[in-house]
């Protein structure tokens, strides 16, 4: 499986993946494409690195958004991917894109969706939010991207304590440590090997088990 990973910033969600290639816990899959709109991501240095193609494009280049979001299209029909996957991605994907790659896209937020998502939920926003709302347990979830903010299927989802002492800053390394660094390459080796389906509005894993997902 090809897949185009989609960046922002410092990239440790797709070091994540690019690891677990290398060691097997992702199989069938091979990382096309890396596309940054930050020239300064540190996701593009991982990639250079790994030696992985990438791609810079900002939207800041571009007369306006609909000519951004035509260019981001072709550099996307461009790779050919068969998967694009959102690490850490926080330009707003075009409609034109979700409908030519539908059901092909997902997405790692940093909350246990529904809770804390949503327009203007991202980063450490996430995390202040759920600080400030006294929410005992968080979490990240892979989802499907449809063409509302985080309102896909769910794939997968890891719950992470929140503790008394936490600030925004400890809450986010911990969720990204122990969930999002867990789930999103779970998430593609699924999809890898043809393990998930979507039904409606949810998705079926062949031989699911939570406690698979919140040993690991
Ligand atoms: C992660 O917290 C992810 O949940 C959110 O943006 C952050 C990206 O971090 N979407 P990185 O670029 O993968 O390090």
Redesign the pocket.
Known sequence: MRIAVL????????QAIIDSINEGRITNTEICLVYSNNPKAY?IERAKKAGIPYVVKSPKEFENRQEFNEALLQILKDADPDLIVL??CLVVIPKEVVRAFEGRIIN???SLIPSFCGTGF??LKVHEKVLERGARVSG?TVHFVDEGTDTGPIILQKPVMVRDDDTAKTL?RRI?EQA?WKIMPMAIDLLANNKVKVEGNKVVIEDYDQNIVDSL
């Open positions: 960046v922002s910033g410092g990239g440790t969600n797709l996701a690490a850490g790692i937020h940093p991202y980063g990240a986010q990204m999002e």
